[in-house]
């Protein structure tokens, strides 16, 4: 395993003395550490791309680590818009490169029909609208 990490920290303990937790990220098995996030545990294995730009294509990560710009969202099991650097592994977790957001440019979606708020995104999610699967 790649480890990136700090293995006895003053505050946090031993990284020994941590559960290990069995996840997927795009098929492939990784273990990480009870505490660890989505985020945490894919960078501790070297992984940064958590999903590529919807226009661009060019890759994105974490970027404010705090969950205010969902730079990091990835799809947890069925869930879509999911902020890789909130949420806590579990055992078991299948989660996979995030989707595009709605494309604004893409015709086919009237534009009344585009969320306006994360929130609307988040709810149309649920609903499974909105999202590109190209
Ligand atoms: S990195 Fe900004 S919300 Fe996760």
């Known amino acids: 395993m790649t480890n990136n990490r700090i293995v006895d920290h003053p505050v946090l303990g031993r990284l020994a003395d941590r559960k290990e937790i069995t996840f997927t990220f795009d098929g492939t098995e990784y273990t990480g550490y009870e505490g660890d996030t989505?985020?945490?545990?894919?960078?501790?294995h070297g992984i940064r791309t958590l999903r590529v730009h919807e226009e661009s294509k060019r890759p994105r990560s974490i970027y404010c680590n705090i969950g205010h710009c969902y730079e990091c969202r990835v799809m947890v099991d069925d869930a879509r818009g999911v902020r890789a650097c909130l949420t806590p592994i579990k055992e078991g977790m299948v989660v996979s490169s995030g989707k595009g957001l709605p494309n604004p440019l893409d015709a086919s979606i009237p534009p009344e029909e585009l969320p306006r708020t994360y929130q609307e995104y988040e709810e149309q999610s649920k609903e499974g609208k909105g999202d590109t699967d190209a």
Not at 38 to 44: E, G, I, K, R, T
């Open 38 to 44: 989505v985020a945490s545990a894919l960078l501790a």
